[in-house]
T-cell receptor
């Protein structure tokens, strides 16, 4: 069974731009969660999608948004990028939600210049 | 607010020696607790999880963890460390009501030959 895939793996943007990151979950998994990992703040929960609906949300500004498609693939969008948005963005998929085993993708490394 | 503390930022052990990584949580009820491992350039991999029941949990790669309610701790142990165990380890707690996971800051494990 293929694992969680994230595209692109690396991304360089400039301040003010927007970016879209993609996550393809393991087949059959309906829950996708997104996390931001930075040296200063560690791993922080962004949001979780289940059956195309945002079910839970972390404490991030509205510039961070996401969506999930009918095939459970998910995208995350960050608008008006700031230097502090530079991070490793991880997505994780699970069958029904985060209490199930979450399988993480390798992440997308975003650098904002 | 829920919090997870990993007191040790960095631990060095000799190959073959035993290992204990500490984790303390702060939460009103018993949360779901997890230990993950992250190798450089990779996503997180679940080692083990605790929801309820037996307080000693067995995981993959020879790891185990013990939940101690009185100490609000969930320490990870391994009787004999292998060089391939060198990585960063994260303890996490899931607030099932809010569907949000809180991660500790991680402990980097170095294994000496």
């Amino acid at each position: 069974k293929a694992g969680v895939t994230q595209t692109p793996r690396y991304l360089i943007k400039t301040r003010g731009q927007q970016v879209t990151l993609s996550c393809s979950p393991i087949s059959g998994h309906r829950s996708v969660s997104w996390y931001q990992q930075t040296p200063g703040q560690g791993l922080q929960f962004l949001f979780e999608y289940f059956s195309e609906t945002q079910r839970n949300k972390g404490n991030f500004p509205g510039r961070f948004s996401g969506r999930q498609f009918s095939n459970s693939r998910s995208e995350m969008n960050v608008s008006t990028l700031e230097l502090g948005d530079s991070a490793l963005y991880l997505c994780a998929s699970s069958l029904q939600g985060p209490s199930d085993t979450q399988y993480f993708g390798p992440g997308t490394r975003l650098t904002v210049l | 607010a829920q919090s997870v503390t990993q007191p040790d930022i960095h631990i060095t052990v000799s190959e073959g020696a035993s290992l204990e990584l500490r984790c303390n949580y702060s939460y009103g009820a018993t949360p779901y607790l997890f230990w993950y491992v992250q190798s450089p350039g990779q996503g997180l991999q679940l080692l083990l999880k605790y929801f309820s029941g037996d307080t000693l949990v067995q995981g993959i790669k020879g790891f185990e963890a013990e939940f101690k309610r009185s100490q609000s701790s969930f320490n990870l142990r391994k009787p004999s460390v292998h060089w391939s165990d060198a990585a960063e380890y994260f303890c996490a707690a899931l607030n099932t009501n809010a569907g949000k996971s809180t991660f500790g800051d991680g402990t980097t494990l170095t294994v000496k030959p």
